[in-house]
Structures are given as structure tokens and as C-alpha cells.
């Protein structure tokens, strides 16, 4: 995949010369980092999963240019590849200020932003949907977790039926630090220098599932975090938004389990069902 990514980032930047190899361990996708002859940075990233490609490019072209400068540029893309060449932005990893309260607000601002760039329709079939993305998931989840796992988790969704249809507005579906790139100009704040990236599972959502990869990370044991980031976005979490964000981010534990363990990273996948273990302890 290397070469034929080089190759293609070549051909439509006229030029260019690899910085480095920024794929994820798991193989799912590969990223390369190259610089132009101008001194340009890009990023041309090749996906092996069809649908991740389809949802990250709709993204770049539907959602992210409302964002501004706060996410990269799409500059061309690849159907027959599968591949995207997209614009760098500024800043360090952002799992290295994970905790740091200022950097959450930030990331809520942007994500409110992202989430009011188109108006969606009602979720009237919630409950059916996510019923039948457990049922999916179900065969190969077994062979993982035990029959009171998933059933805590059918009886969570089933209990959204007395939810009203939440609105559903774009969500990124991956929004956590390693996904955020912090621009700290000499060290001093960080309004407006929160970026992010790897829109490759983005689509349509209730807007608080968009928070399970944090509330069920760094603001379990850090609740002042939570507030900074809701204060940012601008909104908080009433009962059926706590419901909705329960019973989901118990869904999105199987998959997880299911996911990681398909990808050899059984530390995720434990650390995933560990969260599911903690809703039916009774997290609230």
C-alpha cells in the first residue's frame, strides 16, 4: 500500500517527498506523511474498508468545511484506491492533554460546531436500528461475552422506548484526544488551536453518543472534565440524554470487544468491557 499511496500523492501534488509512515497499528488503513516542494505538509491515507473510505470522504465533502481551519482540507480523492489526500494541521497529539480542562472546553466548542453544520431529521427508529446492530453483532459477541452481558444490554436499548426521537446532527463517532492535535502557541492557551482529524467513522447521530469514547475515558475519574467540555458545547446532559448515552455506549462496548478483538488488541477490547461492566454495576 505504501508505494501506491506515494505514487498517487505524486501525482496530485505534482511532487512530493515522504516524511514519515503515520499508519495505526491495526493495518485497517495506511497514512503517509509527505512534503511538497514548496514545503507543504500532506497526509494521503489509503483505506482497506470500503464503507470507511465512503464515510470519511462524504465527511470531508458534507460536514468538515464548516469547521474552517480546525480540520484538514480534502485536496483529492480516489474512488478506485480508496484513498484521500488531505492538508495538514498544527499542533501535538492530543492525548497528551487529555486531563487538561482548557483543552476539553475547547474540544466541546468544536465539536458543537460540527454537529450544528447540518439539520438532521428526528431519530424516530432509534431503538429498532440499534436493536438490530446488536442482533448483527450478536453471533461473534457471544463467543466473547456472556449471555447476561447482552441481554443487559437488550433490555438497556429496549428502555429507550420511552425516550422521545432525538434529533440527529453529523458526528465524528471517534472524538477523543488521540483523534485531537493541540496548537499551543508559546505555551499560552489553547481558543481556537484545537484540531481534528480521522473523520473514517463519521456519520448521522444522536449528538451525545459522540461523547461515549470520553465519558467512558478520561471523565470517569475526572467529572471536572466533563463539565469543561459541556460548558465549551455549550449544552448538559438531562436523564434522557444520560439514558440514550448508557444504553449506546453499552452497544458501542460489544462492538468494541468485537472490533478489537478482530484487530489483536485484546487490551482495548478488555478495557471496553470493563465499561460495560461498570453500566450494569450501576455508573451513572
Known amino acids: 500500500m505504501r508505494a501506491e499511496l506515494t505514487g498517487y500523492a505524486r501525482q496530485v501534488l505534482g511532487s512530493g517527498q515522504v516524511v514519515a509512515d503515520r499508519s495505526w497499528g491495526h493495518g485497517v488503513a495506511g497514512v503517509l506523511e509527505l512534503r511538497d516542494d514548496d514545503g507543504a505538509v500532506w497526509f494521503v491515507k489509503g483505506h482497506g474498508d470500503p464503507e470507511r473510505y465512503r464515510r470519511e470522504l462524504s465527511a470531508y465533502r458534507r460536514w468538515v468545511p464548516g469547521l474552517g481551519g480546525r480540520a484538514p482540507r480534502l485536496r483529492a480523492y480516489d474512488d478506485e484506491r480508496l484513498a484521500l489526500v ?28 460540527l454537529h450544528d453544520t447540518e439539520t438532521l431529521s428526528p431519530w424516530t ?20 461475552l456472556e449471555p447476561r452481558e447482552l441481554d443487559f444490554v437488550r433490555a438497556e436499548l429496549r428502555n429507550l422506548s420511552g425516550v422521545p426521537a432525538p434529533a440527529r446532527v453529523p458526528c465524528h463517532l471517534d472524538y477523543s484526544p488521540r483523534n485531537w492535535l493541540v496548537d499551543r502557541e508559546d505555551g499560552h492557551g489553547v481558543e481556537g488551536r484545537v484540531h481534528v482529524i480521522d473523520f473514517e467513522w463519521a456519520g448521522p447521530e444522536v449528538w451525545v453518543n459522540d461523547l461515549n469514547r470520553l465519558y467512558f475515558g478520561p ?45 489483536g488488541e485484546p487490551g482495548f477490547a478488555e478495557a471496553w468491557r470493563q465499561n460495560l461492566r461498570g453500566l450494569m454495576d450501576g455508573w451513572r
Open 125 to 144: 427508529d432509534l431503538v429498532a436500528e440499534k436493536l438490530d446492530e446488536l442482533d448483527r453483532l450478536s453471533v461473534r459477541a457471544s463467543r466473547l
Open 86 to 113: 488531505l492538508s495538514a494541521v498544527p499542533g501535538e497529539a492530543g492525548l497528551s492533554y487529555a486531563t487538561d480542562p482548557e483543552v476539553q472546553r475547547e474540544a466541546g466548542i468544536l465539536l458543537r460546531r
Open 219 to 263: 471523565w470517569r475519574d475526572r467529572p471536572d472534565l466533563g463539565d469543561a467540555f459541556l460548558a465549551g458545547y455549550g449544552r448538559t446532559l438531562d436523564d434522557a440524554d444520560r439514558a440514550v448515552l448508557h444504553a449506546c455506549g453499552a452497544l458501542t462496548a460489544v462492538f468494541i470487544v468485537v472490533w478489537a478483538h478482530g484487530r
